[in-house]
C-alpha cells in the first residue's frame, strides 16, 4: 500500500469519531508561522479605517494630527517592550523588509569599515538570502554553525571576528526549533569590539523579555502578524545613542522615517501593532507560563506513550509555546496525512517539486529521514489543553499506527542494528 493511501484510510477512519468539547477542526497549532489577531488588536484598528484615516504625513490638518499621534503612541508601545525609546522604532512592512534594512543598510553605511558579516546557519531566509545577497556585492558572509542543541558557540563567534567584521546578525529565538541564543553575551561581545549587532527577534518579541540596553542590542527586527497582530507591518529598532547606528535607506520617496523608509504608513496596521506589543507586555509573563506547562506537557504525553521520540532544540533556552519532535522510524508524508485536519509544520520544507529536509533540523545533525519525521508545534494564546490532549492523543495513535506498519521498526524493536544492514542498491 502506498502512503497515500494509507495516509487517506486513516483519515477517513478517524472522522468518525466524535470530536471533544471545545475542540474545532481544522485545528490551528502552528503559530510561529503566524497567529489569529486578537480581537482587542482588531478594535483598536478599526477607527483608523473610515473616521481617522488621514496620512500621519499631513502636516497642516487635524485628519494628519490624529494619524500622527497614533503612530506616536504605537512607537511608545513598541519601545516600551523591548526598552528603546520611540525615536528608534522604524516602521516598515514586516520582519523580512526589516532584516533586509537593517543588514543591507549596515553593509552600506559601514562599507568603507569593513566587508564582512557574521552571521549563523539556521537564521530565516529574510536573512540568510539577503545576506547571500551581499555576497555576489563583494561582502564577506561567515555562517556560524550551531551545536546539536542548536546554541551557537561564543567562542566560534569570537573566533569568526576579524577587523573587517562590521556587522553580527544572530537571530533570538529560532521559528524551528525554539532555542534561544545567549543574545546578552553576544551583544556583550560585539560592543567590545565595535561590531554593530542584528538580531531577527520576531519569535522572541512579546513571548519573552527583551530589553535592547541590557543586552547591547543594536538593530532588532519584529513583526505584528506574529504576536496576534496584523499582518504587513513590522518594525526595526535601530540604536540612536552608545553607538548611534547609520542605515543606508532600501526605499526612496518622501523621507518618512527619519529617512530611512519613505513610504506613507500603514496607520491601522501599526496601531495594532503597538496594541499588540500593549497586550503582549501585560500578559508576558501569565501566558509564558501556561504555554509552558501545555507544551511540557504535551511532550510528557508523547515520552510516555511512545518510544523512540526525541526533542529538537536545547530546551533550556526555548521559546514557551515551542515543541519540536521527531518521531523515528515513521515516514513523515504518511505522519501529516494522518493528522491532516490539524495546521503543525513538518520537517520538510516544499521547495518547487521536491520535499527537502529543513535546513534548521540538517544544521542540528539529524539525518534526512528523521528531519521529514519531525513535526513543529507552535502553540499560542488562543491554543486550550482540550486542544493539545487532541492533538497529543491523534498523533500517537497514527505514530502506532504507521510503525505497525514499518519494517524499520519491527527490526529495531526485534534488536537488529540498522546501521549494520547493508541494503540492496536500487
Ligand atoms: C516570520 C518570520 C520572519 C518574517 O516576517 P514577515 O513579517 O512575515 O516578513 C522573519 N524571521 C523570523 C524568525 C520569522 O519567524
Redesign the pocket.
Request: charged share 15%.
Given at each position: 500500500m502506498s502512503a497515500q493511501a494509507f495516509g487517506t484510510d486513516l483519515i477517513v477512519a478517524e472522522s468518525k469519531t466524535p470530536l471533544p468539547e471545545g475542540v474545532h477542526l481544522p485545528l490551528y497549532m502552528d503559530n510561529?508561522?503566524?497567529t489569529s489577531m486578537d480581537p482587542r488588536v482588531l478594535e483598536a484598528m478599526l477607527p483608523y479605517f473610515t473616521g481617522v484615516y488621514g496620512n500621519a504625513a499631513s502636516r497642516n490638518h487635524a485628519f494628519g494630527w490624529e494619524a500622527e499621534a497614533a503612530v506616536e503612541k504605537a512607537r511608545e508601545q513598541i519601545a516600551k517592550l523591548i526598552g528603546a525609546t520611540a525615536k528608534e522604532i522604524i516602521f516598515t512592512?514586516?520582519?523580512?523588509?526589516s532584516?533586509n534594512l537593517a543588514i543591507k543598510g549596515v553593509a552600506q553605511m559601514y562599507k568603507e569599515r569593513g566587508n564582512h558579516i557574521i552571521t549563523q546557519a539556521t537564521e530565516?531566509k529574510?536573512?540568510l538570502d539577503t545576506c547571500k545577497r551581499l555576497e555576489k556585492e563583494g561582502f564577506e558572509v561567515t555562517y556560524l554553525q550551531v551545536q546539536p542543541d542548536g546554541l551557537i558557540s561564543l567562542d566560534d563567534l569570537k573566533a569568526a571576528m576579524t577587523d573587517k567584521t562590521i556587522l553580527v546578525s544572530i537571530?533570538y529565538?529560532?521559528?524551528e526549533i525554539g532555542v534561544i541564543q545567549p543574545i546578552a553575551e553576544i551583544g556583550k561581545l560585539c560592543h567590545e569590539k565595535n561590531v554593530i549587532f542584528h538580531t531577527?527577534g520576531?519569535?522572541a518579541v512579546g513571548k519573552v523579555p527583551v530589553n535592547v540596553q541590557a543586552e547591547n542590542i543594536d538593530l532588532l527586527?519584529l513583526?505584528a502578524?506574529?504576536i496576534y497582530g496584523p499582518?504587513g507591518v513590522?518594525a526595526l529598532y535601530v540604536r540612536r545613542r552608545n553607538p548611534r547606528v547609520q542605515l543606508t535607506e532600501q526605499i526612496n520617496g518622501g523621507g518618512h522615517e527619519r529617512g530611512m523608509r519613505s513610504g506613507t504608513l500603514n496607520v491601522p496596521g501599526i496601531v495594532g501593532l503597538g496594541k499588540a506589543c500593549e497586550i503582549a507586555g501585560e500578559e508576558m509573563e501569565a501566558e509564558s507560563k501556561r504555554l509552558t506547562e501545555l507544551r511540557d506537557y504535551m511532550k510528557a504525553k508523547f515520552e510516555n506513550a511512545l518510544d523512540y521520540v526525541h526533542v529538537n532544540g536545547n530546551m533550556d533556552h526555548h521559546l514557551p509555546g515551542n515543541l519540536n519532535m521527531s518521531f523515528v522510524y515513521v515516514e513523515g508524508e504518511s505522519l501529516l496525512m494522518g493528522i491532516n485536519d490539524i495546521a503543525v509544520s513538518s520537517g520538510s520544507a516544499c521547495t518547487s517539486a521536491t520535499l527537502e529536509p529543513s535546513y534548521v533540523l540538517k544544521a542540528l545533525g539529524l539525518g534526512d529521514d528523521v528531519a521529514h519525521s519531525s513535526i513543529r508545534f507552535g502553540l499560542g494564546r488562543f491554543n486550550t489543553k482540550a486542544e493539545v490532549d487532541y492533538v497529543a492523543d491523534k498523533l500517537i495513535t497514527t505514530v502506532i499506527k504507521l510503525r505497525e506498519l514499518s519494517p524499520l521498526y519491527e527490526m529495531v524493536k526485534e534488536g537488529i542494528d540498522l546501521s549494520k544492514i547493508e541494503w540492496a542498491a536500487h
Open positions: 510561529h508561522a503566524t512592512s514586516g520582519a523580512t523588509e532584516n530565516h529574510a536573512v537571530m529565538a529560532n521559528n531577527d520576531v519569535q527586527s513583526t502578524h506574529k499582518k513590522g
